[in-house]
């Protein structure tokens, strides 16, 4: 087990490497230039070539890099904006716990959806139910989830009032002047991202749990513990769902991780200040620091989500320890 | 839960397992298929029967509808008393009762019968608690002894082992073990070597012997090797296309083989001992069982057929001199006595 | 032209087991086949018989180089194939063929039955079309199928139909040898008749030559002229079947016949089985010496855990890798407990 995760915090480093160097790579492919974005509107060429200067764009590709493992690594800083001079640490500190917040919440949701309608419809093949399930998969998978928040939005939000339309609000520390903060007014400005974010996987998570219960359901020790006089329940809890759930573990984690890079279009539409919306801000800016910061932070909760995954999965299946 | 009667030490007058004209269907997408169909047998208390037949006979489908462990699309008419209770009217309670608790099921691959997420030892634990009403301690104790008495070696640490740490052979004790620590009165036992290294097979048929003659347990062994039947059975039920064509106690059988299948059967065996030229060998191959032929089954594929078997379904009727002895064939006696006596010299050759 | 077709020689094929963190180093290997020498006459069935893990099917890949082996050297036809390229192996595939177990898995389903077997034909002839279709045809009809079926595909037949078809398309290109591993393993007993027959009638017609791989004793008593029994990736005995079967002389050959469970009630029952403790170890880590020595009815400390035994011949081709030699058969195992002391000195092989 020691070994299995050295090895994988090795080669952690190495995608860690791989990740930032490409992103950096494409930045400077992108025709336009930072200093002048930064510089503003006015300033004159020397102002800019200034600006240049200090922000290090007029070296090398390989020495900017350089400068930024630097002070990623001695300073363990992510490097400030070009556009307000911002850290980035706090940046990213600032919009990771709303994506947090979207992602776990809707996580919860989705899994409180999907996994029994999926049990359910394992249990009944071609039952009434589980032919309405199917056109939920369906459906859910199809729309596109743009859609689904704009015309929630619209309807619940706009027209019927029963929740904010769009914000965010901080749970512990709302900044002075904010328009609101606490529990109750973060859940209800929450909610309707939520259901927005989980749908799509809702659906594809209940259509995995369903075949993989339905697998489960034929495999011989099912058999064996029906033969011992088992009850359908225990057979069910004991048996079946225990095996049945080891893939969507797996799945959980790396959908996570990967979300945590920023669910973008919720974000955008409910205009909530996540990592999605402060990566697309940076692109739209040219705003390497901030875009390399949400990489950074993307990348990280993926490779240590994956690692904890894997890890968890280690713990689940016993065939996996004795490796 | 109910204490299981302790296994073959309660007596009952008659047969311990009577099945009678059990039928089986599967409702398909293709149509029904008739799994089992007229199969009767008898097995006495301690007496190993052997159901013999090939692939998609209805053997194992027959001891899966006397449990109840068939799919929901299955349809099973007929009678399956045990201690004269139809075990095919019983409550789905009284059935999981008896599951586990008086009759026990062991099946082929013992790779797959496991749950690979448990530790054995709870899982035969699990057995214990389904059925007596003891602390998780005393199930512990009796899984410790069962594991014991199949023959594992260390068994105090494996009780803590997961499936994929035990070999083929030691898993399938683990399924014995399992199977046997309530004491049951019958054991089905459903190719339970088919999978199993050729001397692993011999340990574990050695170790059933042993275990039904200090326990008592009477077996219902199905499998396709005649050679196994010959070893463990005392009747033989054989089995075609979803049939019995023929039935009796195992020395009748293998000296008097009354029906052409058998026949077959037991020509086309390879034998250690033989320098034989060239198997007997049965043309054609089984029918399928959503649309049989007419008349007897194994017509089709039998060189001694005539018009009255494509017409008529010939049913089981007694030999002449053995009452015991079934057997399902138009044929006359004296041809069969013939033809037996040509299959045993052409085997010994 | 030399009588023998395939000569093997310290023929050793270890797959490497590596652990490390980064740079991977090898810790040790899984001795599939460890040092196995034989040799196969033109004309002749050679039956390999073994238990799960013997290196019976690692071996026949690597005489037909779908692996490479470890060390040792493979002469076919007089021709050193140990160590050929891809592109030099090219025209000596057309004379050796194999047929494999798993008839549902061996054919491709996406392919018609014509092309299947036609394929090789394909390859390595420049035969038109028609050319090409009239030999299917012809080897359809030699199998025992119907020319029509050509252009079905596999899913529309049985499963002794699909092995037939395998043999089809090992014969296509007339080969000299054919590999057989388990050819009838996965077949139903009325089915596996049928094949070996047609085995034996095609030996005789295209004057073949078969290495015959399988784990049931009494298939290869009847399809093999000499066998050679595998344990733990070595050798173990080799001889002309009869000689094997009738006169054993390695224990763990005596015990494999013992445990064969014999169709006939009297027979069988009256026999005191040698029942082998234990399972077969795992071949990372074989015991020293006399690979068999831990599970040997004859095993004497000091002689046979030191050093793997010479080969030594009994006479006619009968070669046995063993300190003590059964003196006859049968023979129980108390009887097999009682060995004479002294070593048999090794004759020269």
């Known amino acids: ?323 | 839960m109910t204490t299981a009667l302790t296994g073959a030490g309660a007596a009952h007058a008659g047969p311990l397992l009577d099945v009678r004209e059990l039928r089986t269907s599967f409702v398909t997408d293709d149509g029904i298929v008739g799994a089992v169909d007229g199969v009767s047998f008898q097995l006495g208390q301690g007496k190993t029967l052997g159901i013999v037949g090939e692939s998609g006979c209805g053997k194992s489908v027959t001891n899966l509808s006397i449990m109840g462990l068939n799919p929901k699309t299955a349809r099973v008419s007929g009678q399956a008393l045990f201690r004269g209770e139809d075990l095919l009217k019983a409550s789905p309670a009284r059935l999981r009762e008896i599951r586990g608790g008086e009759i026990a099921m062991i099946f082929q691959d013992p790779m797959t019968s496991l749950n690979p997420v448990h530790k054995i030892g709870d899982q035969i634990v699990e057995a214990v608690l389904l059925h007596n009403d003891v602390s998780k301690q005393e199930a512990r104790s009796r899984a410790l002894e069962g594991l014991k008495e199949v023959g594992i070696p260390q068994a105090e640490r494996r009780l803590d082992d997961y499936p994929h740490q035990f070999s083929g052979g030691m898993r399938q004790r683990v399924m014995i073990a399992m199977a046997l620590v309530n004491d049951p009165a019958v054991l089905i036992a459903d190719e339970p070597t088919t999978a199993l290294d050729v001397t692993t097979q011999a340990q574990i048929l050695a170790l059933m012997k042993k275990l039904q003659d200090d326990h008592g347990t009477a077996i219902v062994m199905i499998t396709h090797d005649l050679g196994v039947v010959a070893e463990v059975a005392d009747d033989i039920v054989v089995m075609y296309a979803a049939r019995v064509v023929e039935q009796a106690n195992v020395e009748d059988l293998f000296e008097r083989p009354q029906h052409p299948y058998a026949w077959g059967l037991l020509g086309s065996l390879p034998r250690l001992g033989a320098d034989v030229d060239r198997l007997v060998q049965i043309p054609g191959q089984p029918p399928s069982l959503l649309r049989p032929p007419n008349g007897c089954r194994f017509s089709p594929r039998c060189p001694h057929a005539f018009s009255r078997c494509r017409q008529e379904d010939p049913r089981l009727m007694p030999v002449t001199d053995a009452p015991e002895h079934l057997q399902a064939c138009f044929l006359d006696e004296e041809t069969k006595a013939r033809e037996a006596v040509k299959t045993l010299t052409a085997a010994a050759a | 032209m030399n009588d023998d077709i395939l000569v093997v020689e310290n023929l050793r094929k270890h797959f490497p087991v590596a652990r490390g963190i980064i740079f991977k180093k090898q810790v040790g290997a899984v001795k599939a086949v460890d040092d196995v020498s034989f040799t196969v006459h033109r004309g002749e069935t050679l039956g390999v018989v073994g238990e799960s893990g013997c290196g019976k099917s690692t071996m026949a890949r690597c005489i037909m180089r779908l692996l490479d082996p470890t060390e040792g050297t493979i002469v076919f036809d007089g021709r050193d194939i140990t160590r050929l390229s891809r592109a030099e192996m090219r025209p000596v595939r057309r004379d050796m063929m194999m047929i494999f177990q798993d008839p549902y898995a061996s054919l491709n389903p996406r392919k018609r039955v014509g092309f299947i077997v036609g394929e090789a034909l394909l390859i390595h002839e420049k035969l038109t079309d028609a050319q090409i279709k009239r030999r299917v045809q012809e080897l359809l009809e030699v199998v025992g199928l119907s020319p029509e079926h050509y252009n079905r595909f596999p899913h529309e037949f049985s499963g002794g139909q699909r092995q037939r078809i395998g043999i089809a398309r090992a014969l296509a290109l007339s080969p000299k040898l054919i590999v057989c591993d388990e050819p009838v393993s996965a077949l139903d007993v009325s089915v596996q008749a049928q094949i070996l027959n047609l085995l034996k009638d095609l030996q005789r017609e295209f004057n073949l030559t078969y290495v015959f791989i399988a784990h049931d004793l009494n298939v290869v008593r009847y399809i093999s002229d000499r066998v050679m029994v595998m344990y733990l990736g070595k050798m173990a005995e080799f001889g002309n079947a009869r000689d094997l079967y009738e006169t054993p002389k390695h224990p763990y050959t005596g015990a494999l016949l013992s445990a064969v469970p014999v169709p006939d009630p009297k027979l069988g029952r009256a026999r005191r089985q040698i029942v082998l403790e234990g399972d077969v170890p795992n071949p990372i880590n074989p015991p020293s010496g006399c690979v068999f020595h831990p599970r040997c009815p004859r095993f004497k400390a000091g002689v046979c855990d030191v050093e793997d035994p010479p080969p030594l011949a009994h006479g006619d081709g009968h070669v046995v890798k063993c300190y003590y030699p059964l003196e006859r058969w049968p023979m129980t195992a108390d009887e097999m407990h009682r060995r004479p002391d002294r070593v048999e000195e090794p004759a020269a092989v």
Request: glycine share 8%; net charge positive.
């Open chain 1, 1 to 323: 087990m020691f070994q299995y995760i050295i090895r994988r915090l090795l080669w952690a480093v190495v995608i860690f490497a791989a990740v930032t160097v490409i992103t950096y790579i494409i930045f400077f492919v992108i025709p336009a230039d930072p200093a002048a974005l930064a510089a503003g509107k006015s300033a004159t060429p020397e102002f800019v070539a200034q600006v240049r200067h200090f922000l290090h764009l007029d070296r090398s590709i390989p020495v900017q890099y350089f400068y930024f493992v630097k002070n990623l690594i001695v300073h363990g800083s992510l490097g400030t904006s070009y556009v307000n001079r911002r850290s980035v640490d706090t940046i990213v500190g600032e919009a990771a716990p709303v994506t947090a917040s979207l992602v776990f919440g809707g996580a919860i949701l989705w899994l409180a959806i999907a996994v029994p309608i999926g049990i359910l419809s394992a249990l009944k093949p071609r039952s009434l139910a589980d032919r309405m399930t199917m056109v939920f998969v369906l459906i859910g998978i199809s729309l596109p989830v743009v859609w689904i928040g704009l015309i929630l939005q619209w309807a619940i939000g706009f027209k019927l009032g029963w929740l904010p339309n769009a914000g965010y609000c901080d749970v512990i520390n709302p900044p002075v002047g904010a328009t609101c903060g606490g529990v109750v007014d973060w859940a209800r400005h929450m909610v309707l991202p939520w259901i927005v974010f989980a749908i799509l996987f809702a659906a594809i998570y209940a259509r995995m749990v369903r075949s993989n219960v339905m697998d489960t359901l034929g495999e011989d020790y099912v058999r064996t513990a029906r033969a011992k006089g088992a009850p359908e329940r225990i057979v069910l809890i004991k048996h079946v769902l225990r095996n049945a759930m080891l893939p969507v573990v797996t799945m959980l984690g790396m959908d996570i991780a990967v979300a945590l890079g920023g669910a973008i279009f919720t974000e955008s539409i409910f205009g909530l200040p996540g990592l999605g919306r402060t990566a697309v801000q940076g692109l739209d800016n040219f705003d390497l620091p901030e875009v390399m910061g949400v990489v950074v932070f993307a990348t990280l909760c993926v490779i240590i989500f994956g690692l904890l995954v894997d890890i968890l999965y280690g713990f689940i299946d016993p065939r996996i320890r004795f490796e």
